[in-house]
């Protein structure tokens, strides 16, 4: 819901740039853009560029030069150069800790006192966010902080090649945070699996209170092909290690209430065919539920197409939502 200050004093031009939500995978680039018309969020440009094989592997850029090409044509298309985009999954640590109850402030310098003890590169090579899992309710003595760090030379290597195409980084996150923004409200606090579909890879996060608390990442090339069961019940045991497991402390649901799927190269056979395994709701993500009622404003893009563009449209989403 938007706030009703920003309804009657809306956040100036030259503070909230128009941008576009981009997320790079091993195979495409995949570019998405809202606007608001009538105090409504409208889809106002989509597209997609394949990347030649090689280009980017496991999210490392390896070819600059054809992926500054790629990029190049899209410049060519969208008006604004702010970008929004994503960071890859599998270059990313993703750790939980607990901090003292200290001033805001000094939480950033207190976890990166720690980075090392959870993350096996120097400190210096990382950059990192946080978030903290429930401010309201603080246990006697600290905060559960849940981190996420990516090593400095991956994140310079995605701004190179947005510079060289002559866009311009307004923000970086990682995929599986733009993801979970794309699927649920700031309402559901609960706990939740997306399962994000790619033509090279599996994804499987861990959603509670709106943060990820776990990813995942399963190889198709270990099964040679999209193997139906066994991704089933590769999502089986994430949801057994978090029933069980520390991560899922006293202040989380250790219930999932419900699996969502996402991405491509799955069929409506593996949604039914998951739940049978995992015996919990499980269906294909609602990517448009914080932008617009799509009982109201039908979407020109086919529903099972818009889940590819997950990221990018987690992404897209203006400042002002809350979610």
């Not at 901090?99 to 939480?107: K, Y």
């Not at 009982?295 to 449209?313: E, H, Q, T």
């Amino acid at each position: 819901m938007k706030s009703r200050f920003l309804k009657f004093f809306p956040i100036p031009k030259f503070l909230n740039p128009d941008f576009s939500g981009v997320s790079m995978s091993d195979t495409s680039i995949r570019f998405f853009q809202f606007e608001e018309k009538e105090s409504t969020l409208v889809i106002k440009k989509y597209l997609e560029r394949s990347l030649p094989p090689g280009a980017i592997v496991s999210g490392y850029i390896h070819n600059t030069e054809q992926v500054i090409t790629t990029l190049k044509d899209i410049r060519k298309q969208i008006k604004t150069p702010y970008v929004r985009a994503s960071l890859p999954e599998e270059k990313a640590y993703l750790f939980k800790i607990d901090v003292p109850l200290i001033d805001s402030d000094d939480i950033r310098s207190n976890i990166e006192s720690r980075l090392e003890e959870n993350v096996p590169l120097p400190a210096n090579t990382l950059a990192f966010d946080f978030a903290v899992v429930d401010p309201k309710e603080p246990k006697k003595d600290h905060f559960s902080v849940v981190v996420s760090a990516i090593p400095c030379e991956v994140i310079d290597l995605y701004v190179q090649v947005f510079e060289a195409a002559d866009f311009i980084p307004y923000s970086l996150e990682i995929e599986s945070q733009a993801i979970a923004r794309s699927l649920l409200t700031k309402m559901q606090r609960g706990t939740y699996v997306i399962v994000h579909c790619a033509p090279q890879k599996v994804g499987l996060y861990i959603v509670s209170h709106s943060i990820i608390h776990f990813t995942s990442t399963i190889t198709i090339q270990e099964y040679e092909s999209f193997d139906t069961g066994a991704i089933a019940n590769e999502v089986k045991r994430v949801i057994a290690f978090w029933r069980t497991s520390q991560v899922s402390d006293d202040t989380l649901s250790k219930n999932i209430e419900q699996v969502f799927i996402t991405g491509e190269g799955f069929t409506e056979d593996f949604v039914s065919a998951l739940e049978a395994v995992v015996k919990i709701t499980v269906s294909v993500g609602n990517v448009w539920i914080n932008a617009f009622d799509i009982n109201k404003n039908i979407p020109d893009i086919p529903f099972l197409d818009s889940v590819k563009y997950a990221p990018a449209i987690g992404l897209a989403l203006p400042t002002h939502i809350l979610i």
